[in-house]
C-alpha cells in the first residue's frame, strides 16, 4: 500500500511512459499524414465527445467496483486484526489455574504455571501461524516463505503435516478447536461458556477467512475489464481524427497542436482504467494492495506481548514509500 500523500512523478512516468510514447507516436503520425495530404482522415467532433462521454461512464463504474473489491479486503484484515487480539484475551483470561466442577470420572488438579504457560503459548503462536498462512495462500508463495514465516510458530511435526495440506489456514483453525475441545473436556480448563465464546472467535475467523477467499478466488468480472480497455482503446484512436479538423481552423501551424492535446487527453483516460485494473486483486502484493505483511507482524507483536515477552520484532516499514 502506497502510503505518501501524493504520488512521486518518477513513479506516474515509470507506470505511464509506454502508454505515453505510444499515443505520441500514434498523434504524431495521424497529423502528418493529415498535413501532407490524406484529407479523409478527418471526422467530425461530436461522435468522438459523445464516446468519450460514454466511456468515462463505463470507466467510472468499473473503478467504483474495483475499489470496493480493495476496501473489503482492507475491512477483512481489519477484523482479522481486532478477532486475533480477541483471541489473545480469551485464551489468556479463559485458560487459567481454576479447574471447573465437570461430570469427569476423575478429579482434575489445578494447572501449574508452567503448563499455562506452554498451553498460551502454543495457542497463540498457532494463531500467527495462521495468519501469516493465510497471507502466504493469498498470495502463492507458501513454498518460499514458509519456512520463514509460518514455520518458527509451529512444531517441526506440525509444519511439515500443515505445509502439505491443500489448505493449511484450515487445519491450523481445525487444531484451535480440537485443543479447545481437549481443555474443556479432559483438561477441564475451560466452562461450556468459556468454551462456545471461543469457538465462536474460530468462527468468525472462518468468516473472515472465507471473505479474503472469495475475493482472491473470483476474479473481477471479465466482461467489465475487457470492454473497459477496448472502449478506451477506441476513444485514444479516434480522438486525434476528431481533433484535426477542429485545431486546423485555429490556423495551419496551429493543427500540430491536436499532438499533445491528443495524448493528454487518451493519457487521462487510460491512466483511469488503469487505476482500476489495479485495484482488482488486493491480494497480489503490488504496490496497492492490502498490506497483508505489516498487519501479520502487527498481530505478532500484539500477541506475543500479551505473552509478557519482550524480545519482539520490529514493525514491519516501508519500502520505497510502499508498505507490503
Not at 182 to 198: A, M, P, Y
Amino acid at each position: 500500500m502506497y502510503i505518501r500523500q501524493n504520488l512521486r512523478w518518477s513513479i506516474i512516468w515509470r507506470s505511464s511512459r509506454a502508454s505515453v510514447l505510444f499515443l505520441l507516436l500514434y498523434n504524431t503520425v495521424i497529423c502528418a499524414l493529415y498535413v501532407g495530404g490524406m484529407r479523409f482522415l478527418a471526422i467530425p467532433w461530436q461522435p468522438v465527445a459523445t464516446l468519450g462521454t460514454a466511456v468515462a461512464f463505463y470507466i467510472g463504474f468499473k473503478n467504483n467496483g474495483s475499489y470496493d473489491r480493495f476496501w473489503e479486503g482492507r475491512q477483512i484484515w481489519g477484523g482479522i486484526v481486532n478477532a486475533s487480539r480477541t483471541w489473545a484475551i480469551q485464551v489468556l483470561e479463559h485458560i487459567t489455574s481454576r479447574v471447573d466442577a465437570l461430570d469427569l470420572p476423575r478429579e482434575m488438579p489445578a494447572a501449574t504455571a508452567a503448563e499455562l504457560t506452554v498451553r498460551h503459548r502454543r495457542l497463540l503462536y498457532r494463531h500467527i501461524a495462521w495468519c501469516n498462512a493465510l497471507r502466504l495462500e493469498l498470495r502463492r508463495q507458501r513454498g518460499e516463505l514458509w519456512e520463514s514465516d509460518v514455520a518458527p510458530f509451529l512444531s517441526a511435526e506440525e509444519s511439515e503435516f500443515m505445509r502439505h495440506r491443500a489448505n493449511p489456514p484450515v487445519h491450523l483453525l481445525r487444531r484451535q478447536a480440537a485443543e479447545l475441545r481437549v481443555l474443556r473436556e479432559e483438561r477441564g480448563l475451560l466452562n461450556d461458556f468459556q468454551h462456545i465464546t471461543s469457538m465462536q472467535t474460530l468462527d468468525q475467523l472462518f468468516t473472515l477467512q472465507g471473505g479474503c477467499e472469495r475475493i482472491k478466488n473470483t476474479p473481477f468480472p471479465r466482461q467489465f475489464a475487457f470492454y473497459s480497455f477496448v472502449f478506451v482503446s477506441l476513444f485514444a484512436v479516434m480522438l486525434p481524427l476528431g481533433l484535426l479538423h477542429e485545431f486546423e481552423l485555429q490556423g495551419p501551424r496551429a493543427i500540430w497542436l491536436s499532438v499533445p492535446i491528443s495524448t493528454l487527453i487518451a493519457w487521462v483516460f487510460n491512466t483511469i482504467e488503469a487505476v482500476g485494473h489495479t485495484s482488482e486483486n488486493p491480494f497480489e502484493n503490488q504496490m496497492n494492495d492490502v498490506p497483508m505483511t505489516a498487519l501479520c507482524r502487527t498481530i505478532e507483536i500484539d500477541l506475543r506481548e500479551m505473552l509478557g515477552e519482550t524480545e519482539l520484532p520490529p514493525k514491519i516499514l516501508p519500502i520505497a514509500e510502499v508498505l507490503y
